[in-house]
């Protein structure tokens, strides 16, 4: 399963912001420090996102427009401190800009070039209004590889049953038990390819191994649903919303197709390969440190891997390995993995060779993008750089526990369990029957529309009350053994609890709350640093901010 998140990983890109640095006229700039600049267009643009981020919960009053400007020149004057000691020329920000470049140049080309097409047809939103409207109930068995799902494919064939090969495959008791029942679900609940294999059985039908991002599913539909009345206005008004569901849907459906095309036709130099592993492997602290000395060691033009003529040298190979962020270096498990690895870093330089052909890079909101990204990666360090001159000493800690005894609570634990159904007419037969004597944990089996419920018996474990939001107060009051009143977190969703445990509240020990203390401290003194460090540099590179100006711009929303 590790294997497949880490080639998906490799792929999958972000979405950036773009706020320009360069002035289309010099008078529409609102606020600038050296060659970083916020003009009248990103200064509104940042404002309706902030407006819309918010729940539209502020005006463009000249307090709020001065907040916003603010926020995002701040990112600017950090970077710019973050020029003046140097920290844009270290290793690690070099790796990040190209890591930077090529998420965004990749991802670009799998939007202008491989995914163009992508188009959303009036029949397709007519099915898939029927699918938001259509609950399914299924089971299946889960591997992780190509092959052993193939196998169990093949035992199925043959006449062994889902309910045998289930107690095989899965750990989870209710999964063991039940044949690999992953109860009801509808469109937007699973992996996206998972649900569309499942919407295209029949009841009864088993599905060969689907390619989800976890691995390989068989699929077996039990049970199918539609709401019986669908009406036109009913569609008119959520006509907007599933066409942005399916188009995002057959892009990554599509991206996917494009993963695994390029993953089944790569032909690897197993001697090259075999190699390169032992080499990793036999060098374990050199290659996950990225030692510079290593990396170029690794350097040849001998030939890796190949793909429809493109060709990835070992060369290529430590380019990449340099810009890959580590998180995925340390996710690397074993030979497989590392193959997995592999393959990841060759559609990355395939994707980016490819975007460098067709220019992708001289257009102008790519560079802004990567330039924007990486001032933001900037504006951290140079916060980081701040923690380093911040330290609390024994009595600082003392001191700011006492004044702050509030803060340093622990709250009341819960262990609840829950049955979530989707009307309140059958929340309310829920609970009679529970007042009768009816058994919780067999009502959860039964009615609950949360799959993960079913793994757990609807048991939440220990949480802070807190989670509970608005209803904390409610589910405090419960005592062990108690059911709750019906809660209605949102349409279509109503909830019985069940109190199985309670940890009292009480107030923190210093010893006990001395780390949140000290990170309490930190922020303290962070943020009173970076204001005078924003001030600083601000004077030093006769920071612009034309409040005249800023007060004459009107905000279209």
């Known amino acids: 399963m590790r294997d497949h998140l880490i080639l998906l990983s490799c792929l999958l890109c972000f979405s950036l912001g773009a706020l320009s640095c360069q002035d289309k006229v010099e008078s529409d700039v609102l606020a600038r420090i050296n060659e970083y600049s ?263 033009d001998e030939i890796l891997a190949s793909y429809k003529g493109f060709e990835f040298t070992l060369e290529d190979f430590s380019t990449e390995y340099r810009f890959t962020p580590l998180s995925l270096i340390n996710a690397i498990e074993g030979k497989d993995g590392f193959e997995n690895f592999v393959i990841g870093t060759a559609l990355r330089a395939y994707l980016f060779k490819n975007a460098k052909e067709a220019n992708l890079q001289d257009q102008p909101l790519i560079r802004e993008s990567v330039d924007e990204t990486f001032y933001s990666y900037l504006a951290q360090q140079a916060i980081e750089d701040l923690k380093k001159s911040i330290s609390n000493t024994d009595e600082e800690l003392r001191i700011a526990f006492q004044k702050n005894q509030e803060r340093f609570y622990k709250p009341l634990e819960v262990n609840l369990s829950r049955i979530v159904v989707e009307t309140e007419e059958k929340a309310s037969s829920l609970i009679t029957q529970l007042q009768s004597g009816a058994d919780f944990i067999s009502l959860v089996e039964k009615h609950t529309i949360v799959n993960e419920d079913l793994l757990t018996s609807g048991e939440l474990g220990f949480k802070s009350v807190r989670n509970y939001g608005s209803y904390s107060a409610k589910i405090s009051e419960l005592k062990i053994g108690e059911i709750s009143e019906i809660i209605n977190y949102q349409t279509g969703q109503y909830t019985i609890y069940k109190m199985n445990g309670r940890i009292e509240g009480r107030p923190y020990t210093f010893d006990e709350a001395k780390e949140s203390v000290h990170a309490f401290l930190m922020d303290q003194k962070l943020n009173d640093l970076k204001e005078k460090t924003i001030q600083d540099v601000k004077e030093k590179h006769n920071a612009l901010i034309d409040i005249e100006k800023l007060n004459k711009v009107t905000i279209q929303i």
């Not at 090969?165 to 029942?181: C, H, I, M, R, S």
């Not at 992996?191 to 390989?216: H, R």
């Not at 036109?232 to 197709?257: M, P």
């Open 38 to 300: 916020i003009t009248e267009v990103h200064f509104e643009n940042a404002f309706k996102e902030y407006y819309f981020r918010t729940g539209r919960a502020i005006s463009a009053n000249p307090s709020t427009k001065l907040s916003v400007l603010n926020a995002k020149f701040d990112n600017y004057v950090l970077a710019t401190y973050a020029e003046d000691k140097k920290l844009d020329k270290t290793e690690a920000a070099f790796q990040k800009r190209g890591e930077i470049e090529r998420r965004v140049l990749n991802e670009e080309y799998l939007n202008q070039i491989i995914l163009k097409d992508i188009q959303v047809s009036e029949e397709e939103l007519n099915q898939y209004f029927v699918r938001f409207n259509t609950t399914l109930k299924a089971s299946h068995l889960f591997a992780n590889d190509l092959t052993s799902a193939n196998i169990l494919y093949e035992r199925l064939k043959n006449g062994e049953s889902f309910e045998k090969l289930a107690k095989e495959v899965f750990q989870t008791p209710y999964l063991a038990n039940n044949g690999g029942d992953i109860g009801r679900f509808t469109t937007d609940e699973m992996d996206i390819a998972f649900e569309e294999a499942a919407f295209g059985l029949k009841v009864g039908e088993i599905s060969k191994p689907v390619p989800t991002a976890q691995g390989y599913s068989i699929i077996k539909l039990t049970d199918r649903f539609t709401k019986p009345i669908l009406s036109k206005n009913e569609f008119a008004i959520k006509k907007a919303e599933i066409a942005s569901y399916v188009y995002k849907k057959k892009k990554e459906l599509a991206t996917r197709e494009h993963l695994y095309n390029f993953r089944d036709n790569l032909e690897f130099n197993s001697e090259v390969f075999d190699a390169l592993w032992n080499k990793m492997n036999e060098n374990y602290s050199s290659a996950v440190s990225k030692d510079s000395e290593f990396i170029s060691g690794l350097k040849s």
